[in-house]
């Protein structure tokens, strides 16, 4: 596997009620670990996997969102909100667990277009 | 049944390829006969880069993989032994793998 | 053009598995390469050999591996999916001391670096 694809992740789903959570985190794993240019973007119900304190155990789930505090360590450095999605959902920069760029819908679309593979999960 | 056979006499079941089938039978001397079984006397050099990899799952949920755990260990116990040469010389030839197993993290899907 | 397919969703759970398969078709049909189909998440359900379908519907696991066969085509299906959702070839039933093995004659199982791999020798992956 020589050559290098940039391949960005956009992430959509709430971190738990399916299993999408986890895809992405091992999807972005897995590439990371293959030394490919992983880009996640959180965006929709997605941000909330951001969120910090997750207890999930009531439900029976394990904590997916804890492994991106380990994003960095894999190499993966660029990681992006989409800005309007935390607006609409009162969230704010400051409150969440990892640090992130946020970024305007425009931006987003180029971030997509300048991708060599696209994952929505 | 394959089994573990603990120097007190107890035996702790094990799966085909030498897992642990129940993580909660994870003990320190688990850890250390596991380790006999493939040749490695546990020393505070390997229990150092043992209990780091226990307090990054517990912190994370992950095993780190191989150029993770390098990234890791230079973090938090310094360059000189953040260095896939050490790590190899304490565990063999794929650590990441090997301190998963004796740390009593699950076992990976993915081991191929 | 070298095309790889992503496949998130099981035959019957939404439109997309159905979608994939129209497309993987016109895709060879128009001349296109199709380096690797990697099935993932609720999607390597297309590889098990037990399902039984009612006669007046159509059989879209029958249908892939109908094309998987004629064109000789990578079909891979995600260990860490297949293995949760109780698909299993017979080497990992043997290592997991599982009763039987169902995977479908021309799917294989192996690891997320194969679709990794799939988008570095690919022009494009395609996700469904």
């Not at chain 2, 517990?58 to 390098?70: D, N, S, W, Y």
Request: aromatic content about 6%; some cysteine; overall charge negative.
């Amino acid at each position: 596997m020589s050559k290098t694809r940039s391949i960005t992740l956009l992430i959509k789903q709430a971190p738990y009620g399916s299993s999408k959570a986890k895809a992405a985190l091992d999807m972005a794993l897995s590439a990371a670990v293959f030394e490919q240019n992983v880009q996640l973007i959180f965006m929709s119900d997605g941000v909330f996997q951001l969120l910090p304190d997750q207890q999930p155990a009531g439900i029976l789930a394990k904590n997916t969102s804890a492994a991106l505090t380990a994003l960095p360590l894999y190499g993966i450095e660029s990681v992006y909100v989409d800005a309007e999605s935390l607006q609409q959902r009162n969230l704010s920069l400051d409150g969440l667990a990892i640090d992130v760029e946020s970024v305007s819908t425009e931006q987003l679309a180029t971030l997509i277009h300048e991708s060599d593979v696209l994952v929505t999960l | 049944m394959n089994a573990l056979s603990l120097p007190d006499g107890r035996r702790i079941p094990l799966d085909k390829d030498g897992y642990l089938r129940s993580l909660d039978d994870w003990s320190i001397e688990v850890a250390g006969t596991l380790a006999n079984n493939e040749n490695i006397s546990l020393t505070d050099a390997h229990w150092e880069i043992i209990h780091l990899v226990q307090q990054f799952y517990e912190e994370t949920g992950l095993a780190p993989a191989t150029r993770a755990l390098v990234r890791l260990v230079a973090q938090r116990a310094g360059p000189d032994k953040g260095r896939s040469i050490y790590l190899m010389k304490l565990f063999g030839g794929k650590p990441a793998l090997t301190v998963s197993k004796l740390a009593g993290l699950p076992r990976p899907a993915n081991c191929f | 053009m070298k095309i790889s397919l992503l496949i998130m969703s099981a035959p019957g759970e939404n439109q997309s598995n159905q979608s994939a398969l129209s497309f993987a078709r016109a895709a060879l049909d128009a001349g296109h390469e199709i380096y690797r189909l990697f099935f993932y998440e609720q999607g390597v359900g297309t590889g098990t050999n037990l399902a039984v379908v009612p006669q007046d519907e159509y059989d879209l696991r029958a249908a892939w591996q109908e094309l998987i066969q004629q064109h000789d085509l990578d079909a891979v299906v995600c260990v860490a999916s297949a293995l949760k959702r109780g698909l299993l070839n017979e080497e990992e039933a043997e290592r997991y001391e599982r009763p039987a093995a169902n995977l479908a004659k021309g799917f294989t199982i192996s690891g997320l670096g194969q679709w990794v791999d799939a988008c570095i020798h690919s022009d494009r992956l395609v996700s469904f």
